[in-house]
């Protein structure tokens, strides 16, 4: 019998989490890409809704490239913030990035896959929950998964090895201050 600590448990990948109303979600992603690139581990981003990332870990990648690559495929906010743009189209965009996720973790190539904001995806229904967790059964299975966002559905939560909830204890935005360069982008 394989118990935790040995080989095989150490090559199968993780399912991680990271929900909840709090910051932090995003941020904790990039901590465990950067963390993964001093092992010369490779990591994929892979966002889901936000659109063209003026973030500065867009700019970061580039440095840490081959090992921390960012792929912002959405069309930005859905349905508000002077969003124009029909459900299908946001919609065909989400269902493109798990076709994207899927044809990339199939290379073998990445040891670590961010799907993040997939849990806002899956609550606006640009993407179904049985193609998420089909997504994750078929993955190379050394491969781990971080699927961010908030409000993650139970089911995959269960389907999750580490699952934490941000909590949302006080944030400066409340007060009505503005988004910090290199804090919040
Ligand atoms: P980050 O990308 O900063 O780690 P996140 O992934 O936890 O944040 P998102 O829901 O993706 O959270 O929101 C991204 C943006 O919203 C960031 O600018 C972040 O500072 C801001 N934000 C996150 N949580 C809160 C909150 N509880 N109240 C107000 N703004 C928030
Ligand atoms: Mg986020």
Known sequence: MEGPGT????????????TGSGKGKTTAALGIALRACGHALRTLVIQFIKGSWLAGEL???????????????????????GDDLPFSEHQKAAQEALALAR??????????????????ALRLGLVSLEDVLAFL?????????????????????????????????????????????????
């Open 7 to 18: 080989t095989a448990e150490k090559a199968r990948g993780l399912v991680i989490v990271f």
């Open 103 to 120: 044809n990339k973790a199939g290379t073998g190539a990445y040891d670590i896959l961010v799907l993040d904001e997939i849990d806002n």
């Open 137 to 185: 059964r078929s993955r190379p299975v050394a491969m781990h998964v971080i699927l961010t966002g908030r409000d993650a559905p139970p089911e995959l939560v269960a389907a999750a090895d580490l699952v934490t909830e941000m909590l949302d204890v006080k944030h400066p935005f409340d007060e009505g201050q503005v988004a910090r360069r290199g804090i919040d982008f």
């Open 59 to 81: 700019e970061a990648a580039k440095q840490l490239a081959p090992n921390l690559e960012i792929i912002a495929t959405g069309k930005g906010f859905v349905g508000i913030r």
